[in-house]
């Protein structure tokens, strides 16, 4: 498949040029750099796309990680008693897309190409989300998944840089590959929602998989409905 230049993903997004290379420059767009060139493959184009573009604050971190936490288990400890008040009414407002998008800071995605070896070694090292979350029967059944799992795709957290991670376990960057790590800076943060149903779901909803996706999106409705 033919790859985006940055003029062509520019089209396609319908921001200009210099948008898309800040869109490369904050994480949101990965690309690769030939001669000098910016290239891009139009699934990291669609999956940008996918994201909502309603007006609106992107939550930092933490009041996404809090969003999660309430979600989860109707409390939080990582913001104060007024702003829970406040997101926990927000909250019971949204749709499961818009939640997607506010709560995106939640974690820098970045996809990498490994084989078996890449992935076994990484299995101990990331804590499990998303696809790999569905690997365990019980899970795949609460989203209606069973069967759904590919071996050869991996999705986790990791708490610390991506140089960090790539310091003890080199991998090529690649927006088509399935290896998915997710990267946060403070374990603080994802220590009190990491493995549930509703950081399961949300991050269900960057895979690249209609029914994937649409089974993290209504299970995250049904939170919503209940938080």
Known sequence: ?????????????????????????????????????????????????????SPGRIWSPRTA???????????????????RSRLTRQLRSLEAAELHRLARNHSQ??????????????AGKLLPTGVSSIAQDTIADRFGLAGAFEEDRLEGYWVGSIESLLDRIPMALDEVGGVLV?????????????????????????????RERGAGRDALQRMIANA
């Open 1 to 53: 498949m033919d790859l985006y230049t940055t003029v062509m993903a520019s089209e396609e997004l319908g921001v200009t040029p210099a948008a898309v290379r800040r869109l490369v420059d904050s994480g949101r767009l990965q690309a690769t750099k030939l001669a000098g060139a910016l290239l891009f493959e139009p699934a990291s184009i669609h999956r940008l796309q996918r994201c909502s573009r």
């Open 65 to 83: 990680w809090a969003a999660l936490e309430i979600l989860h288990n109707q409390q939080t400890e990582l913001i104060d008693q007024p702003r």
């Open 109 to 122: 995605l970045r996809r990498f190409r490994g084989g078996s070896r890449v992935r076994s070694s990484l």
């Open 182 to 210: 997710r990267f946060v800076d403070d374990h603080e943060l994802i220590s009190g929602a990491v493995g549930s149903d509703a950081v399961i779901a949300l991050d269900l909803m960057d895979s690249d998989d209609i």
